[in-house]
């Protein structure tokens, strides 16, 4: 069973530059997750999705941040522009929940951004 | 704001050993807990969940919860030099809260 996969692995972009992170999940977990890992700090959560709807997007930093999930399937996760702070690790994860048993994430290997 | 707390490390066991790591949250309602590993450079990658009291085995590496503590920690039993890499405990609140890791070196 393929995991979770990311595509680019690493992006480095400009500053005032726009860019789009994807994200293909275990193939029939509904749920799909952002996070993101800045430099010294903790891996933090951007958002989640069900199927194609956004659960919760309280993570996101500002609205310079675009996140898609169309049809349910892969995901997207788009910066325009992009700011320096904005360079770290993005990784993505999902689960499916079985009745009993926690939701077990499973995390893809990332998407280094580094904006200059 | 919900935090989890590990000690950075880096922590040095010899081979061998029992490797310790532990993790205090602080949201008290969190019902389910996880420890990732993670390599240099790779994805975090995970190794064990927990989500009652007590211990939970599974091969070289013990779970063990204390809810009224709120502490989770993990044994790595007969550490391995590939055991080297950086120990994620994570606490599901809604989303998966992180503390920053703890890193760990076994030495042959």
């Known amino acids: 069973e393929a995991g979770v996969t990311q595509f680019p692995s690493h992006s480095v972009i400009e500053k005032g530059q726009t860019v789009t992170l994807r994200c293909d999940p275990i193939?029939?977990?509904?749920?799909l997750y952002w996070y993101r890992r800045v430099m010294g700090k903790e891996i933090k959560f951007l958002l989640h999705?069900?199927?194609?709807?956004?659960?919760?997007e309280s993570g996101m930093p500002n609205n310079r941040f675009l996140a898609e999930r169309t049809g349910g399937t892969y995901s997207t996760l788009k910066v325009q522009p992009a700011e320096l702070e904005d360079s770290g690790v993005y990784f993505c994860?999902?689960?499916?929940?079985?009745?009993?048993?926690?939701?077990?994430?499973?995390f893809g290997p990332g998407t280094r951004l580094t904006v200059t | 704001q919900k935090e989890v707390e590990q000690n950075s490390g880096p922590l040095s066991v010899p081979e061998g050993a029992i490797a310790s790591l532990n993790c205090t949250y602080s949201?008290?309602?969190?019902?389910?807990f996880f420890w990732y590993r993670q390599y240099s450079g790779k994805s975090p990658e995970l190794i064990m969940s927990?989500?009652?009291?007590g211990d939970k085995e599974d091969g070289r590496f013990t779970a063990q919860l204390n809810k009224a503590s709120q502490y989770v920690s993990l044994l790595i039993r007969d550490s391995q030099p590939s055991d080297s890499a950086t120990y994620l405990c994570?606490?599901?609140?809604?989303?998966?809260?992180f503390g920053k890791g703890t890193s760990l070196l076994v030495t042959p």
């Open positions: 927990i989500y009652s009291n």
């Open positions: 949201d008290r309602v969190s019902q389910s």
């Open positions: 994570a606490v599901e609140g809604y989303a998966l809260n």
């Open positions: 999705f069900v199927k194609e709807s956004k659960q919760d």
């Open positions: 193939s029939g977990h509904d749920n």
């Open positions: 994860a999902s689960s499916q929940p079985m009745q009993g048993i926690p939701y077990e994430q499973y």
